[in-house]
């Protein structure tokens, strides 16, 4: 996270410091109208602004993480793989998804992940 960035705890995106307030209520309703259209099995609570606990001093470090990881709880993991999407995006990987994210040779497993920025596979 850069710094004098806030993350907003309903995408995980950054923004600066003036924008998130423009952000965050269209960013909520953007995820109410996506939610609704959603079928009832994959619905969610809405998302809460967290708020972060500290010993007196609310530091943007410990505010982004509590938004971070608020963004991260609404993805859902796919029950064949296991890997985490939101739940518009989870019904298209369902639809291709072979089960888990190892394949089998004869007597050999070979395990792999795939790079987020260049689809890569390493294993």
Same mark, same amino acid.
């Given at each position: 996270? @850069?710094?004098?960035? /806030?993350?907003?705890? !309903?995408? #995980? @995106?950054?923004? #600066?410091?003036?924008?998130?307030? !423009?952000?965050?209520?269209? $960013?909520?309703?953007?995820?109410?109208i996506e %939610?609704?259209q959603l079928?009832?099995?994959?619905?969610?609570?809405?998302?809460?602004?967290?708020?972060?606990?500290?010993?007196?001093? $609310?530091?943007?470090? &410990?505010? %982004?993480? &509590? &938004?971070? =990881?608020? *963004? +991260? *709880?609404?993805?859902?993991? $796919? #029950? %064949? $793989?296991?890997?985490?999407?939101?739940?518009?995006?989870?019904?298209?990987? +369902? /639809?291709?998804?072979?089960?888990? &994210?190892? =394949?089998?040779?004869?007597?050999?497993?070979?395990?792999?992940?795939?790079?987020?920025?260049?689809?890569?596979?390493? #294993?």
């Amino acid at each position: 996270i @850069r710094p004098c960035f /806030r993350v907003c705890y !309903i995408c #995980g @995106r950054e923004f #600066g410091s003036q924008s998130i307030s !423009i952000h965050e209520p269209q $960013c909520l309703e953007k995820w109410r109208i996506e %939610n609704d259209q959603l079928p009832r099995h994959l619905r969610r609570p809405e998302p809460r602004r967290p708020e972060v606990l500290t010993g007196g001093s $609310c530091t943007l470090t &410990a505010e %982004n993480e &509590a &938004a971070y =990881q608020s *963004a +991260q *709880a609404q993805l859902l993991p $796919c #029950g %064949n $793989c296991g890997r985490t999407f939101l739940p518009d995006r989870l019904i298209v990987h +369902q /639809r291709s998804c072979k089960g888990s &994210a190892t =394949q089998s040779f004869g007597k050999w497993r070979i395990f792999f992940c795939v790079c987020f920025c260049t689809s890569c596979l390493f #294993g």
